[in-house]
Each structure stands twice: as C-alpha cells, then as structure tokens.
C-alpha cells in the first residue's frame, strides 16, 4: 500500500461521490480478518492505516496481567513496564505485530474491498437520490424485455415497469424513451429496485404539471383523476384566480399544450373538465362531452341521478360503460345515467 493508493481512492472519491473515511473503515475491518485469517485467529488485532501514506500497521491489543495465561492476549506487567514505567495491572497496551509480507495480503485484500464497497456506495447513492424522487416523473429508455418485464435505463441505473404498470397495446422497444413515473423504491440485496409506471393517474397529473405553468405555479388545481391507461383519463381542475380559465389553461393554444400530454401518452383521450364546488354542476360536467339536462344528488348516499338527452345516453353512458365509470370514479358518487323518456316514463 502506498501513495498511489491513497491517490486512486481520492480519484474514486470524486467520481463516485463515495467517503474516502468509508473505503478506510471498510479496509481496517477487512485486513482485521485477513490477518487473523493468515496469522491466527485469536489475538485481539486493530489494523491502523495512514491516511496520507497507505502504510498498514497491525497492532496487538493485550492486557497487562501478573501471571500471563495467553500469551496472545496478554503481557506481563514487567514487560508492560519496559515499555512504559506507567503500566498497571488491568490497562491495555497496544504492540505493533505487523507481518513483513502483510504488504502483499493488504493490497490483494484492499482490490477487493475497495471494489465491494464501491458497489455499495453506488448502490446508497442511487436510492438515497431515487428514494426521494417517489410520485415523481422521469425519462428512460428502453435497455431490455424479459418476462413481460421492460427494463428502463435512467442513466445511473436501471429501473423495471412492470406488467401492471403498462398501458395495455403499448410498445415497448429497445431504444424507445418514455416518460414514466417513479412509483416506488425498495432497497434490496441486489441493491435499490425502482418500480415505475405508464398506467398510474399521478403520470397525467406529472404530465399536466411539467406542460402547464398555472398549474405548476399553483394558480389552477387539479382536484382529481380518473384513468383507465390507453384508453382514456378525465381530469377535474379548478382555478383560484377568476381571471384565469382553467380550461383554457389545460388545453392551451389550439390544443398544444394537452396534444403534447396525449402525444405520450400515445394517443390516450383526455377530457378535462371544470371542478365546482356545486355537486351537480360538477357531476354534469363530469359526464363531458355529453350534454345533461338535469341531476338530482343524494347528499346522505352520495349517489345521483343524471338525465340526458335520449340521442345523447349512449354518449354520456360511454363505450362499454367508460364514460360513465370514470365520472363516477372522478367525483366519487354512484351516478345514475337515464334518458329524458325514461325519466319521463318513471315520473309519469
């Protein structure tokens, strides 16, 4: 161990971002157990390090005794004394026993110590950065399928989307970049596992937030979301000053800024439509972009019933019943869908 040592270390410092105080520690730990490994196991050993030089210094821990049982862990207090006139019976002195070839152990021990705990660094690096980024939206790239699984490059490291987290009938091809979002992060024996998302509401809520700047100052809300990825997703804002059409704010210039949003989405409808504190004004709106004549809420149920147009019930109803299930999941009530001639027939 030299100068050159300590140099690479300070190289691998800046460039990992990795403690040199780590590395040392790690190291001391490490030719503890390569020493006891090759020179015996059982002296009490401390293992010093020059943080300027790189030379190793083994040093034996031994009690000052009057009669001496092991000669390993022990010295007698007339050879304490002439070290030190100062010893007594019970204090610990400490010898240094370095081997003349411990030299060789300690680098061959420091290449593997230094590459482990690199690794280990890296790996606390990246989740401690990516632990704090949860709920957050990112750009990848496709590295790899396996199983079902795509595995995204984010540059640092690696990340999964999972089957669930896909959006049914999308493509995912090495090379192809995405935006996702982090949906999680775990720490796992093979280091940090970051699970991300294309299905989960909160990548249109990222989405709306990176290509609207009122919603991103605070000026428009958003209140809530309903999605069903792929296919389509209705987004309930609000704004809090007048002056400001929240709306027009989500759609942007001839439909540019929600364009950009359906873009990556890979052509997903989104309906955007105004929140209000009224709940059957905003269960009506809900319903977009079918017209509704009238809706009667019960408060204590939290269920209302809708009428519409006749030639407008397929619209509010939905293909397959969406449009209408996520009106419902975005105000969070039962709602109700009748046309005006079966309103009148019930009331007749």
């Known amino acids: 161990m030299n100068g050159d040592f300590i140099n690479a270390l300070r190289?691998?410092?800046?460039?990992?971002?990795?403690?040199e105080e780590v590395i040392f520690d790690?190291?001391?730990?490490a030719l503890i157990s390569s020493y006891k490994k090759n020179f015996g196991a059982s002296q009490n050993v401390e293992v010093e390090m020059d943080r300027t030089t790189g030379k190793v210094k083994v040093i034996a821990l031994k009690e000052v005794v009057e009669e001496i049982d092991n000669e390993y862990l022990e010295i007698s207090l007339d050879e304490a004394k002439q070290i030190d006139d100062k010893f007594q019976i019970g204090d610990f002195i400490k010898i240094e026993i370095t081997p003349k070839d411990f030299g060789r152990?300690?680098?061959?021990?420091a290449k593997q110590v230094v590459i482990q705990r690199i690794r280990d660094a890296e790996r606390d690096v990246i989740f401690d950065e990516f632990i704090?980024?949860?709920?957050?939206?990112?750009?990848?790239?496709?590295?790899?399928?396996?199983?079902?699984?795509?595995?995204?490059?984010?540059?640092?490291?690696?990340?999964?989307?999972?089957?669930?987290?896909?959006?049914?009938?999308e493509e995912y091809n090495q090379g192809d970049r995405f935006k996702l979002l982090i949906l999680e992060v775990k720490k796992t024996t093979k280091g940090p596992q970051i699970i991300l998302s294309r299905s989960h509401p909160n990548l249109v809520k990222r989405l709306f937030e990176l290509e609207v700047p009122e919603i991103n100052d605070g000026i428009v809300e958003i209140f809530s979301i309903s999605r069903e990825a792929g296919s389509r997703t209705k987004i309930a804002v609000f704004?809090?000053?007048?002056?400001?059409?929240?709306?027009?704010?989500?759609?942007?210039?001839?439909g540019s800024r929600v364009k950009v949003i359906v873009d990556e989405l890979?052509?997903?409808?989104?309906?955007?439509?105004?929140?209000?504190?009224?709940?059957?004004?905003?269960?009506?709106?809900?319903?977009?972009?079918?017209k509704v004549l009238k809706v009667m809420a019960n408060e204590k149920e939290k269920s209302a019933v809708v009428v519409v147009p006749d030639y407008q019930l397929s619209l509010a109803i939905g293909k397959e019943g969406q449009n209408a299930r996520l009106a419902a999941k975005l105000t969070n009530w039962k709602i109700d869908i009748k046309s005006e001639s079966q309103y009148k027939e019930e009331c007749e």
């Not at 190289?11 to 403690?19: N, T, V």
């Open 266 to 290: 890979k052509g997903e409808k989104i309906d955007i439509v105004i929140w209000s504190k009224d709940i059957e004004e905003f269960i009506a709106n809900s319903l977009s972009p079918s």
């Open 239 to 254: 704004s809090k000053d007048p002056n400001v059409d929240p709306l027009g704010s989500c759609v942007g210039f001839k």
């Open 11 to 19: 190289e691998i410092q800046k460039e990992k971002g990795i403690s």
């Open 132 to 169: 704090n980024r949860e709920n957050e939206i990112i750009t990848g790239q496709v590295q790899r399928i396996s199983k079902s699984n795509v595995y995204i490059d984010l540059g640092k490291t690696e990340a999964i989307l999972p089957p669930v987290e896909q959006i049914d009938g």
């Open 105 to 109: 152990i300690a680098a061959q021990t």
């Open 26 to 29: 790690a190291l001391e730990s």
